[in-house]
C-alpha cells in the first residue's frame, strides 16, 4: 500500500507563506499522479491542488487559484504545494494521497497519512 509523509505546516499570519512537502515512504511515486487535499474543522476533506506523474498537468480548487502552486521533483521522490496569500479559511490539516484523475482531484486510492496541520491566524 503507498504511503506518503507529509510536512512543512505551521502557524502563519493572514498573507503568509508556507510550502508543504509530499515524499513518497517505501516507494517510487513518479508513476503515480498526486493530490494535495485538506479537511478544515468541521468541514469535509476536499482536493485543493493535484499533479499529473509527469508534473505537465495540473488542477486547482477555485478557491486556491492564484495563489498556490504545485510541482514534483520525481528525483526526490516528492510532491510539494507553495501556498501564499493564506486566508485564515485555509486552516486545515493537509494531507497527500495518490488519484486516478488529476482533473477533480478524482479518486483518492492510497492510505491517508497524518497530515500537516496549516493554521493561518493573526
Known amino acids: 500500500q503507498f504511503q506518503f509523509v507529509e510536512s512543512g505546516g505551521g502557524l502563519v499570519q493572514p498573507g503568509g507563506s508556507l510550502r508543504l512537502s509530499c515524499t513518497a515512504s517505501?516507494?517510487?511515486?513518479?508513476?503515480?499522479?498526486i493530490g494535495w487535499f485538506r479537511q478544515g474543522p468541521g468541514k469535509e476533506r476536499e482536493g485543493v491542488a493535484c499533479i499529473s506523474n509527469n508534473g505537465r498537468s495540473t488542477y486547482y480548487l477555485d478557491s486556491v487559484k492564484g495563489r498556490f502552486t504545485i510541482f514534483r521533483e520525481n528525483a526526490a521522490n516528492t510532491v510539494y504545494l507553495q501556498m501564499a496569500s493564506l486566508k485564515p479559511e485555509d486552516t486545515a490539516t493537509y494531507s497527500c494521497t495518490a488519484i486516478t484523475r488529476v482533473f477533480g482531484c478524482a479518486h483518492p486510492f492510497s492510505s491517508w497519512g497524518q497530515g500537516t496541520q496549516v493554521t493561518v491566524s493573526s
Open positions: 517505501g516507494f517510487t511515486s513518479d508513476g503515480l499522479h
